[in-house]
């Protein structure tokens, strides 16, 4: 079965600090990979999709995210954390053979002023 | 404007008392799907439906059922509310799935709490 796994919990950085968050999966096939936040109070929101192609993604508000095959990873990115980018974070997974979305459990981060 | 309602947004009920969750698109979405959120469990999802009358369990359906009669509605009905159930509910539709535009597109949420 697919599973996502997204290593940190809980990551807390000052402004203008360099984010990564790790994100791996296990299915060998073909996926399509996304990440989303999730802002305190409100819904989930796409940042970033791959589907094919360049296998670095830009998103919106700055995020971007990195699909390395060998690894089974898409981690997401950011090279100056805005006090604003407090939210959950979410990878998700899917087959591209048509099965349901996974996602990893979140990460919470924490951005102080 | 494009988008996924659900209603209620707040509910506080007694175990037992059946309930229903309404969620509607306008997107002429063909795939739905709830889930529910929890601390520390992050988004599991409950049932799915790849188009009207076609629906199938998700990771964890027990204690909920579902219907699509049409294709914009999917409501999420507890026939028997138990306390393990409370959580926050969320629904999603996307064009399709396992394609190029299978984003998918959330609701607001809706905060079940089961005394």
């Known amino acids: 079965a697919q599973s996502v796994s997204q290593h940190n919990h809980h990551v807390i950085l000052s402004e203008a600090a360099s984010l990564e968050l790790g994100c791996n999966y296990s299915?060998?096939?073909?996926?399509?990979l996304f990440w989303y936040v999730q802002y305190p109070g409100q819904h989930l929101q796409l940042l970033l999709k791959?589907?094919?192609?360049?296998?670095l993604v830009k998103g919106i508000k700055g995020f971007e995210a990195e699909f390395i095959k060998s690894k089974f990873s898409f981690n997401l990115r950011k090279p100056s954390v805005q006090w604003s980018d407090t939210a959950e974070y979410f990878c998700?997974?899917?087959?591209?053979?048509?099965?349901?979305?996974?996602f990893g459990k979140g990460t919470t981060l924490s951005v102080s002023s | 404007e494009a988008q996924v309602t659900q209603n209620p947004r707040y509910l506080i009920t007694v175990t037992g008392k059946k309930l229903t969750v309404t969620c509607s698109q306008n997107?002429?979405?063909?795939?739905m799907s709830w889930y529910r959120q929890d601390p520390g469990l992050g988004l599991r999802q409950i049932y799915y439906?790849?188009?009207?009358?076609?629906?199938d369990k998700g990771d964890v359906p027990e204690g909920y059922k579902v219907s699509r009669k049409e294709k914009r509605n999917f409501p999420l009905i507890l026939e028997s509310p138990s306390p393990n159930q409370t959580s926050l509910y969320f629904c999603?539709?996307?064009?399709?799935?396992?394609?190029?535009?299978?984003?998918?597109?959330f609701g607001p949420g809706t905060r079940l709490t089961v005394l």
């Open positions: 999603a539709s996307s064009l399709s799935l396992g394609g190029r535009y299978n984003e998918q597109f």
């Open positions: 791959y589907f094919s192609g360049d296998p």
């Open positions: 299915y060998g096939g073909t996926v399509n």
């Open positions: 998700a997974v899917n087959a591209k053979a048509g099965t349901a979305l996974i």
């Open positions: 439906s790849m188009n009207v009358e076609v629906t």
């Open positions: 997107m002429n979405h063909e795939y």
